[in-house]
T-cell receptor, first 111, second 113 residues
Framework: EDKVVQSPLSLVVHEGDTVTLNCSYEVTNFRSLLWYKQEKKAPTFLFMLTSSGIEKKSGRLSSILDKKELFSILNITATQTGDSAVYLCAPLPYNNNDMRFGAGTRLTVKP | DTEVTQTPKHLVMGMTNKKSLKCEQHMGHRAMYWYKQKAKKPPELMFVYSYEKLSINESVPSRFSPECPNSSLLNLHLHALQPEDSALYLC????????????FGPGTRLTVT
């Protein structure tokens, strides 16, 4: 059975800290992994990772995928209170768009 | 236009009511999705439409009935719901079903009394 495990489930840091969020997966016919940020309502798309070892960056956020060890990490440097949110990862299999989210990591950034 | 819109934002309905949720996108996306999200849980996929045809039905109870009248619109018809169906209902769209990121609407917060 397919599995997606995110860790930690919850994290509290102070502004300026760097955080690393983890997502491990076991998915049949894996193609890509997606990261989303969810604040109050709609999850907003952050990254799609398809190739192993190639870092994707967007400002203070970066992410990388390891297809051999079946995990991905999301890094946030110099955190700000606006980074407080639930971060969701979702592996995407081939041939369909049956995207299943992990439980998420709830990040709280304190001033 | 890079937005997925959903109406209404909030809906309260009784167990005998019939109501509909509406989702719209004008990005030319050909795949649209309904998700259900309970508090402190991740979104769970309910339905996928690809080119206006239902392609995945995740064993959702028949009291939820999706409809895709055209490539820009997605409806979710609700009938005889239970209190445990209270949740945030999210709509999403993507360029296609194969290997494209999904963009989410703001959701409809549904309360069944």
């Amino acid at each position: 059975e397919d599995k997606v495990v995110q860790s930690p489930l919850s994290l509290v840091v102070h502004e300026g800290d760097t955080v690393t969020l983890n997502c491990s997966y076991e998915v049949t016919n894996f193609r890509s992994l997606l990261w989303y940020k969810q604040e109050k309502k709609a999850p907003t798309f952050l990254f799609m990772l398809t190739s192993s070892g190639i870092e994707k960056k967007s400002g203070r956020l970066s992410s990388i995928l390891d297809k051999k060890e079946l995990f991905s990490i999301l890094n946030i440097t110099a955190t700000q209170t606006g980074d407080s949110a639930v971060y969701l990862c979702a592996p995407l299999p081939y041939n369909n768009n049956d995207m299943r989210f992990g439980a998420g990591t709830r990040l709280t950034v304190k001033p | 236009d890079t937005e997925v819109t959903q109406t209404p934002k909030h809906l309260v309905m009784g167990m005998t009511n019939k109501k509909s949720l509406k989702c719209e996108q004008h990005m030319g996306h050909r795949a649209m999705y309904w998700y259900k999200q309970k508090a402190k849980k991740p979104p769970e996929l309910m339905f996928v439409y690809s080119y206006e045809k239902l392609s995945i039905n995740e064993s959702v109870p028949s009291r939820f009935s999706p409809e895709c009248p055209n490539s820009s619109l997605l409806n979710l018809h609700l009938h005889a719901l239970q209190p445990e169906d209270s949740a945030l209902y999210l709509c999403a769209s993507s360029r296609g079903v194969d290997h494209y990121e999904q963009y989410f609407g703001p959701g409809t917060r549904l309360t069944v009394t």
